[in-house]
């Protein structure tokens, strides 16, 4: 703060003034733990996959789903393959152990379109 002084009425009088500045606003903590996932969601999800290439389409899974902000939301291979590098065999070997595991639900409608549902 800046100290001034005005004079006012023949008298010399101290005035602070205060520098207008924007604060931001903090984000808002989580109650509960997150990285990347809710800890719990990862908890289950891990006892379902085999191998690191499984968890990491897992996890872009649930980002997918957050992302598309929908219970149903497709899964394309090209996003997959430039996000991270993963084949599609990898997401289809993942999306058929995760069906089998009740983990997820898969919506096949024809040939091309798919589509998938957290369980």
Same mark, same amino acid.
């Given at each position: 703060?800046?100290?001034?002084?005005?004079?006012?009425?023949?008298?010399?009088?101290e005035?602070?003034?205060?520098?207008?500045?924007?604060?931001?606003?903090?984000?808002?903590?989580?109650?509960?733990?997150?990285?990347?996932?809710?800890?719990?969601?990862?908890?289950?999800i891990?006892?379902?996959? %085999?191998? *690191?290439? $499984? #968890?990491?389409?897992?996890?872009?899974?649930?980002?997918?789903? +957050? /992302?598309? &902000?929908?219970?149903l939301?497709?899964?394309?291979?090209?996003a997959?393959?430039?996000?991270l590098?993963?084949?599609? %065999?990898? *997401?289809? $070997? #993942?999306?058929?152990?995760?069906?089998?595991?009740?983990?997820? +639900? /898969?919506? &096949?409608?024809?040939?091309?379109?798919?589509?998938?549902?957290f369980l």
């Amino acid at each position: 703060m800046a100290v001034e002084y005005v004079i006012r009425n023949g008298r010399r009088i101290e005035v602070e003034t205060l520098e207008s500045r924007v604060v931001p606003k903090r984000r808002q903590q989580r109650a509960d733990p997150y990285i990347g996932c809710p800890l719990e969601w990862l908890k289950h999800i891990l006892t379902a996959v %085999k191998t *690191k290439e $499984q #968890l990491a389409v897992a996890i872009w899974l649930h980002r997918r789903q +957050a /992302v598309c &902000r929908s219970d149903l939301f497709t899964v394309p291979n090209d996003a997959l393959g430039k996000d991270l590098g993963l084949s599609r %065999k990898v *997401k289809y $070997q #993942l999306l058929r152990h995760l069906e089998t595991a009740k983990v997820i +639900a /898969v919506v &096949r409608n024809g040939k091309h379109i798919l589509q998938v549902r957290f369980l």
